[in-house]
């Protein structure tokens, strides 16, 4: 009888270290930590009774089916050990109303690449201690209630290719520091209300594809290296960002740029920008209230793959030039000074171009006829 007992009990206990032999599971340490972060970020729902790493639901979920940003995902590196021992590696808690602070213990989950808090109402500073998570590839705290300054330390984060601080309260200058992050491709600090100017260290920023600083209250010119350095850029974003003109020339191939959004800015008068090389990637063009004088170049019928070309509010004069070779589909050339005729190949097209609220001498035949794809407000 007793010895039946010992078999099954030693049968059991098989079965249990080959259960536990085949999940893996996450250090204790990091166990711990991801209940203090927890705690931190106001996000209540974990559960400890099951092991983070397994994808169980609450620690994994499916993301929802329409496209709402909500996001519930930890997401671990279960390959030590021979396959049996789990590292969190990244944490995205994407629109989940969390209503807490940001964590400073991030460098207690030493394998974390990613972190990504977009759309909670997380309030406080980015704590210093950030710039220890040394294996930090990418941050997005995107829409939040966030404020204060970049700590310096983020400088520290030698892997980073993402930072993503769109839409926070945040302020102060941006660090030069930060033009040590040789891999960062997108620094995203859009609406907030940061000030100075953009250092002169982050014409380090060699890799960089999309910078977008719209919608802050930064001092100084547009650096002249962004078109110059930045060889792979894709994207530059530049509305009401407080920057002054002139808008600098680009002389260096930049075959990804695709976007050139700039608008609002301060300072003086100056000519168009010239585009001086292979731009073959081209295809928005915003350079609205840019206070732009002269003429638009005709070399700018060069760029071929143009679709979107808006130079609206600024104080252009002369003729426009025959732009209809562009493969463009949205023109905006309204509130500027050209004068001439309006050109046939604008009355002719059937995209949408406005011409409003110009110096024209003439309107051709276009009077009254309500042409598809022409604004009829012209200022004659
Ligand atoms: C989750 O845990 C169960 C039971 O311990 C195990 O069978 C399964 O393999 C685990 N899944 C993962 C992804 O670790
Ligand atoms: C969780 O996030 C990782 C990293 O972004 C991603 O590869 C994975 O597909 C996500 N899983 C789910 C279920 O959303
Ligand atoms: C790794 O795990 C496999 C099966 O889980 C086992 O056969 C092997 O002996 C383990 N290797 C080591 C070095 O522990
Ligand atoms: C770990 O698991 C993966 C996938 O199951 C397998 O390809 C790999 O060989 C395993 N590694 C070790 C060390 O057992
Ligand atoms: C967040 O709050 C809003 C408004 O109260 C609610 O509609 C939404 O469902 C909440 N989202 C989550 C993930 O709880
Ligand atoms: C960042 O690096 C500097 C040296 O490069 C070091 O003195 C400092 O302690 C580091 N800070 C953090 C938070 O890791
Ligand atoms: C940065 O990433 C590389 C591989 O891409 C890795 O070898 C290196 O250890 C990482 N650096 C840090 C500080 O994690
Ligand atoms: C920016 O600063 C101003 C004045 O200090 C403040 O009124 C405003 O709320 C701040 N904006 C944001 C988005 O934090
Ligand atoms: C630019 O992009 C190319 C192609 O993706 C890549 O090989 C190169 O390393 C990048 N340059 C920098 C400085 O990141
Ligand atoms: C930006 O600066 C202007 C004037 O310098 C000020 O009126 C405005 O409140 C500031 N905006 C923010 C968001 O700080
Ligand atoms: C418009 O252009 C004409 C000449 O082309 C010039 O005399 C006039 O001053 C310009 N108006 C403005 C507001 O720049
Ligand atoms: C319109 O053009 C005429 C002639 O070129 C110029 O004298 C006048 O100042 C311009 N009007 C405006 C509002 O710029």
Redesign the pocket.
Known sequence: MVSHRLVSAAIFIVCCLT??A???TLVSDEVDALRSIGRTLGKNDWDFSV?P????RGWLDQPFSDDSDYANNVTCD?TFNNNSTCHVTRILLKAQNLSGSLPTDLASLPFLLEIDLTRNILRGQIPRQWGSASRLESISLLGNRLTGRIPVELANLSNLTSLVLEVNGFSGPLPPELGNLSRLERMLVSFNNFTGEIPEAYARLTSLQDFRISDNNFTGQIPEFIFRNWRNLTRIEMEGSGLSGPIPSINTPLQSLEYIIISDLNGADAAFPLFNAGLPSLDRVILRSCNLIGEIPTSLREFRSIKILDLSFNRLSGEIPDLSVLDYDTMFLNGNNFTGAVPSWILDTNEAVDVSYNNFTSTGAVSGCGRAGLYDNFQL
């Open positions: 259960t536990f085949d999940a893996a092991d790493c397994n994808g169980t279960c």
